[in-house]
């Protein structure tokens, strides 16, 4: 795939804490879906973080697919700041089922804590809605990145939705 950017740009120091989410990561097994008003299952899915010079890292694709089925899931994309001069981590998202998040958080070391501060949806967007998310990604010391998500739903307390690993791909 082609990006209508140049890649090789150098990068900002702003977001240099960030480095080491860039490129591409997939699972390497299948990570675990489960929420009480659903049918747990599993899933694939591929990240990709890139930078353009800006201050701002791009996830271009957050792009999941159910591991047996192969049926396309969901899919984000957005931005990643830092407010300059701290660790405050900001993820600006944008989901194919009609869900914009703002999460605000901490960057530790190679580690992201994050919760929505704001969530908007379009006017036809599934019932019920998303009232609150939480993410936590984590590079491990064996190189594997680890992504969990947590939603709460209307009536339902913030529970843990999503648990994967992914491996940077070459």
Known sequence: MSYPFNLSAEMNPAVLPLDWL???WRSDEPGEGSFPSITPFRYTETLHFS???QPVINFIKFNAFHAESKKPLHREC???RIQPGTNRVAFIIAQNSGLVEIEEG???GQQLTLHSTAL???SFAKQPYVQQMSRHIQLKPDG???QTISMALEGQPLTQHLHIPYRRTD
Do not use: K
Request: glycine residues 12%; charged residues 30%; hydrophobic residues 40%.
């Open 106 to 108: 901490e960057l530790t």
């Open 78 to 80: 957005g931005f990643i």
């Open 22 to 24: 860039l490129e591409t």
């Open 51 to 53: 930078h353009v010079g």
């Open 120 to 122: 908007a949806r379009t």
């Open 144 to 146: 594997r990145l680890e």
